[in-house]
C-alpha cells in the first residue's frame, strides 16, 4: 500500500488550526488524528474515505462557533413564524408546540427524549452496518446524503435564521436576544425524570440558537428510512426505521425544538437531497424543493426583525459548555 502523508498532515493542520483560533477540545484532537486511519491498511482507508462525509459535517459545523453570532445579528425571525405556525396548524387558538406545553405525559417525554438522544447515533449505525456488510454503493450516496442536507440546513441558519419555540415560549415574540444559549427545552423533563444531565451536556455546546428552520432532526431518520429500502441486508430495519422517523416527527415539536414547519422542511430538504444525489427520481425532489421555497417565501414579515450586534468576543466561541436557558428549561417543565 502505497502510504500518504497529506492525508495525516491535514488532520494534524486542523487541530493546530482550531489551537490558534481557541476552544480546542478532546473532539477535535480525535477528529484530526482520524487521519492517520490512510496509513494503517487499506481496510482503514476505505473506512476513512467512506466516513469522511460525516467528518468534514463534524468539523464543518463545529467551526460555525467562530462567525455565527454575528452572521446572523439584526436578522433572526421570531413573530413572522409562530403566526405562520398558528394560522396553519393551530390548535384552539395555539401552537400544537403550546397545546404540548399544556398536554404531556412522561411515557411520551422518556420516548421523545430518548429519540433526540439517538438520532445521530441511529445513522451512525446504519452507516456501520453498511460499510460491514460491503455495501458501498449505498453508503457512498448515505454518506454524502448526510453531509449534503446538513450544508443546506446549515445555509438556512444564516440564510433565515429563526427562533425555536422555546425561545417564544421565554422571552417572547419581540427582537431577538443574542446573549441565549442553546435549550434543551422540554428534552430536560427525560433528564429529570431518570436522573440525569444528558440534555444540559448536548446543548450546553450547541451553536445554532436560532436553527428552528429546517428540522435536520427529521431529516436524519428519512434519510435512513431511505437507505434500509434500497438494502436488501436491512428489510429487518425498516419498519423500525419508519417508527422511529414518525417519532421523531413528533418529539421535534413536542419538545418545542421545532414547528410543525420546521418538521415539513426537514422531509422537504432530504427528499431534495436524495434527489439531487440521484437517490430519488428528479421530479419528487423538485416538488420538495419547490415547497420549500415556497414556505420560505410566504412567511409573513416578523413584528420585529431588530436585534442587538453580537459581541466580538461571544462567550460560544470559547468551545465550553453550558447549561441550557433557565427560562426555557422552567418554561417546558411546567
Known amino acids: 500500500?502505497?502510504?500518504?502523508?497529506?492525508?495525516?498532515?491535514?488532520?494534524?493542520?486542523?487541530?493546530?488550526?482550531?489551537?490558534?483560533l481557541g476552544g480546542l477540545r478532546a473532539d477535535h484532537l480525535v477528529i484530526g488524528l482520524l487521519g492517520l486511519l490512510d496509513l494503517y491498511n487499506e481496510k482503514t482507508r476505505l473506512f476513512l474515505r467512506q466516513f469522511l462525509p460525516f467528518i468534514a459535517t463534524g468539523a464543518i459545523y463545529d467551526s460555525m462557533r467562530y462567525f455565527y453570532w454575528p452572521a446572523i445579528a439584526n436578522r433572526v425571525h421570531v413573530a413572522g413564524p409562530y403566526q405562520l405556525?398558528?394560522?396553519?396548524?393551530?390548535?384552539?387558538?395555539?401552537?400544537?408546540?403550546?397545546?404540548?406545553?399544556?398536554?404531556?405525559?412522561?411515557?411520551?417525554?422518556?420516548?421523545?427524549?430518548f429519540a433526540y438522544l439517538v438520532f445521530v447515533?441511529?445513522?451512525?449505525a446504519v452507516a456501520l452496518l453498511l460499510f460491514f456488510r460491503q455495501r458501498s454503493d449505498v453508503l457512498r450516496t448515505f454518506a454524502l446524503a448526510f453531509l449534503v442536507v446538513n450544508l443546506l440546513g446549515f445555509a438556512t441558519y444564516f440564510?433565515?435564521?429563526?427562533?425555536?419555540?422555546?425561545?417564544?415560549?421565554?422571552?417572547?415574540l419581540g427582537p431577538a436576544r443574542l446573549d441565549v444559549h442553546p435549550a434543551a427545552a422540554a428534552a430536560s423533563r427525560f433528564d429529570l425524570l431518570l436522573g440525569t444531565h444528558f440534555f444540559d451536556g448536548i446543548y450546553g455546546r450547541g451553536i445554532d440558537v436560532y436553527g428552528a428552520y429546517p428540522s435536520l432532526h427529521v431529516a436524519?431518520?428519512?434519510?435512513v428510512v431511505w437507505a434500509a429500502f434500497r438494502t436488501a441486508e436491512?428489510?429487518?430495519?425498516?419498519a423500525p426505521a419508519i417508527g422511529f422517523?414518525?417519532?421523531?416527527?413528533?418529539?421535534?415539536?413536542?419538545?418545542?425544538?421545532h414547528y410543525v414547519i420546521d418538521v415539513l422542511l426537514g422531509i422537504a430538504y432530504a427528499s431534495a437531497t436524495l434527489a439531487l444525489l440521484g437517490g430519488v427520481p428528479a421530479p419528487a425532489g423538485i416538488a420538495y424543493a419547490g415547497?420549500?421555497?415556497?414556505?420560505?417565501?410566504?412567511?409573513?414579515a416578523p413584528a420585529h426583525r431588530s436585534a442587538a450586534l453580537a459581541s466580538s468576543t461571544h462567550p460560544l466561541a470559547s468551545g465550553s459548555p453550558r447549561a441550557a436557558a433557565s427560562v426555557a428549561r422552567r418554561s417546558a417543565c411546567e
Open 1 to 20: 500500500m502505497k502510504r500518504r502523508a497529506s492525508v495525516p498532515l491535514i488532520g494534524l493542520g486542523y487541530i493546530a488550526l482550531i489551537g490558534v
Open 85 to 113: 405556525e398558528r394560522s396553519w396548524f393551530g390548535i384552539g387558538g395555539q401552537t400544537p408546540n403550546e397545546w404540548f406545553l399544556e398536554h404531556h405525559w412522561p411515557a411520551l417525554d422518556l420516548a421523545c427524549g
Open 121 to 124: 447515533g441511529e445513522y451512525l
Open 159 to 172: 440564510i433565515f435564521p429563526v427562533a425555536p419555540p422555546w425561545y417564544v415560549t421565554g422571552y417572547g
Open 220 to 223: 436524519y431518520p428519512l434519510l
Open 234 to 238: 436491512l428489510r429487518w430495519a425498516r
Open 245 to 257: 422517523f414518525l417519532l421523531m416527527c413528533l418529539s421535534a415539536v413536542y419538545l418545542q425544538h
Open 291 to 300: 415547497a420549500t421555497l415556497a414556505l420560505l417565501g410566504g412567511v409573513p
